[in-house]
């Protein structure tokens, strides 16, 4: 029997629904069940695609090539399971499958409403292809109150209705804030949270409690009294040095324990929480430390970078240092031209992705200064266009290199593909097209060169993956630019995309056309991250 468990916030945004869905999720997979996690977003946009990371944070790609909330990125990296399209909608995504259904006839000229037809859709959504799994976790973006909410919160109720309560659980995410003046935490934000869950027909089951410190007795009791649950259910989501402490923080305040007892499972056992022990033993017990520039455009808002950030820190693990982030916004060396004085201490540089001609010359400066100053070097994505741009400005005799991305250009370094293939399966896009879900999405293969850096980085020749981006690598300069020294060690299989680029006599300089933090776990650090912090550790040694 599949079991659903529902996580609802209440009070104010960014209380960590995701983190503490990932880190139950991650206790129950610690116990031996089979987990899989959702995540309903409440925003009329179809995908985050278009959306700007001011506005969103980062966009989480799938395997299959979905544009996710970045919380989908929580959820593989605490439970190692590669999340799918069917892993996250939204209002928009919702209402198009109704409204599409609608012009063809399904309703049969019946009057389209949000109920039954909205949350009807929003049920199938939750449960459809999850009978064999033991636990579905289903995460509801959004506070309880927002009018956004009203139709996902309604499918819930049903839900409920529908499976039976003893098959369905809800925990509502709160804040209890410290009051100095008053000397003590005060409960009644999570008081009016439940009660507007209470009004919408959901009685949660257990109350996360978000909180600075311990919550006393007399505190839980009070909450437990005013909002129908029991005292153990009451739950401290303590704030923690790091996010991967969370499983082990909840599983010693009694949240998995909680979860079992109300599904009559056993729950006298002690998890084995072994693998989080030793991360956060990592992390919190270093060897050395290193200084990583990243050189990006949206660092106002550093949940653009979070999978990068995070992808970062396991490569620390990975070489038992900490890795200190050193924001840069790219513009900042196109206004002031102080590049050496702000990379001087980077014992690497990391250029990420990005879109937009904003920002690219300053990428293309930092790109020159770490292949020139011979410190270690990473591209991702637009990092590695820019890779290219700068080789064959500087080394390639062609000063007017540029990207079609940023207007018409006499030399072509990157442009506009107009189609590729996934599997037995050609895709097309188009100039003047749709952006959202056009561009090249999700996993695919490429085939590295024997013997090449990226190859024994990888320990193996073909790898598969995840991309996100419109503009390719021009492979016809590939002849051209590798009479410089630069090598192109990976291409997709039919040798017309270029996937990586090396300079084999630099220190440690790779550039790749897809996204590899994307696949990083912290009990098991992509090894492009693993190689790169292991050259920075060798570049620190050697100052």
């Known amino acids: 029997m599949t079991r659903f468990?529902?996580?609802?916030?209440?009070?104010?945004?960014?209380?960590?629904?995701?983190?503490?869905?990932?880190a139950l999720a991650a206790l129950l997979q610690a116990r031996g069940y089979k987990v899989r996690m959702r995540k309903l977003d409440p925003y009329l946009n179809v995908d985050p695609g278009t959306m700007s990371p001011y506005q969103h944070g980062e966009v989480f790609i799938t395997d299959d090539g979905a544009e996710t909330d970045l919380d989908l990125g929580h959820y593989e990296r605490f439970t190692g399971v590669h999340a799918s399209r069917a892993d996250n909608t939204?209002?928009?995504?919702?209402?198009?499958?109704?409204?599409?259904?609608?012009?063809?006839?399904?309703?049969?000229?019946?009057t389209v409403q949000v109920i039954p037809h909205i949350t009807d859709a929003i049920k199938d959504v939750v449960v459809t292809g999850t009978d064999d799994y033991d636990f579905v976790l289903v995460e509801i973006g959004g506070t309880v109150g927002d009018i956004e909410s009203l139709p996902f919160l309604e499918a819930i109720r049903q839900l409920r209705n529908d499976l039976g309560h003893a098959q369905t659980m809800c925990v509502h995410l709160t804040?209890?804030?410290?009051?100095?003046?008053?000397?003590?935490?005060?409960?009644?934000?999570?008081?009016?949270?439940v009660k507007e869950l209470q009004n919408v027909g959901i009685q949660p089951q257990m109350l996360l409690c978000r909180s600075d410190r311990p919550i006393p007795d007399n505190e839980r009791r009070k909450i437990a009294n005013f909002c129908n649950v029991r005292p153990e259910a009451v739950i401290a989501a303590l704030d923690v040095d790091t996010i991967y402490a969370c499983p082990i923080s909840y599983h010693n305040e009694g949240m998995d324990q909680e979860v079992l007892r109300y599904f009559g499972l056993p729950y006298d056992s002690k998890p084995d929480l072994s693998r989080w022990e030793k991360i956060v033993h990592a992390i919190r017990e270093p060897e050395g430390e290193v200084r990583v520039a990243i050189v990006g455009k949206y660092t106002a808002l550093l949940d653009s970078y979070k999978s990068l950030a995070e992808a970062l820190l396991h490569g620390g693990i990975a070489n038992h240092v900490k890795v200190k982030l050193d924001w840069i916004e790219s513009e900042e060396f196109e206004k002031n031209g102080n590049i050496a004085e702000r990379l001087k201490d980077a014992d690497a540089i990391l250029v990420p992705g990005g879109f937009g001609e904003r920002?690219?010359?300053?990428?293309?400066?930092a790109v020159r200064y770490a292949r020139e100053h011979n410190i270690p070097f990473l591209g991702i994505c637009f990092g590695m266009q820019m890779a290219v741009i700068e080789c064959a400005r500087s080394l390639a005799g062609l000063p007017k290199a540029s990207s079609t991305e940023f207007g018409p250009t006499d030399e072509p370094l990157v442009g506009l593909m107009t189609e590729w293939a996934r599997g037995s399966e050609m895709l097309r896009r188009r100039e003047g097209g749709d952006l959202g879900g056009t561009m090249r999405l999700g996993a695919y293969p490429a085939k590295l060169v024997p013997g090449s850096r990226v190859a024994e980085i990888y320990g193996r020749t073909e790898i598969r993956e995840r991309h996100r981006h419109r503009w390719e690598v021009n492979a016809h300069y590939k002849d051209r630019l590798e009479k410089t020294g630069l090598r192109f060690s990976g291409l997709s299989p039919d040798g017309v995309l270029p996937e990586v680029i090396e300079y084999p006599d630099h220190a440690w300089f790779v550039a790749v056309q897809y996204h590899p933090e994307l696949l990083s776990k912290p009990f098991d650090p992509h090894p492009l991250f693993a190689g790169f912090i292991a050259a920075a550790v060798k570049e620190a040694h050697s100052k």
């Open 175 to 193: 804040l209890l804030p410290y009051i100095p003046a008053a000397g003590e935490l005060k409960t009644k934000p999570t008081q009016h949270s």
């Open 5 to 22: 468990v529902f996580i609802t916030g209440g009070v104010v945004s960014s209380l960590g629904k995701g983190i503490a869905s990932a």
């Open 359 to 365: 920002g690219a010359e300053g990428k293309i400066q």
């Open 90 to 110: 939204t209002t928009g995504r919702i209402y198009s499958d109704v409204i599409a259904r609608e012009r063809r006839g399904d309703y049969l000229g019946g």
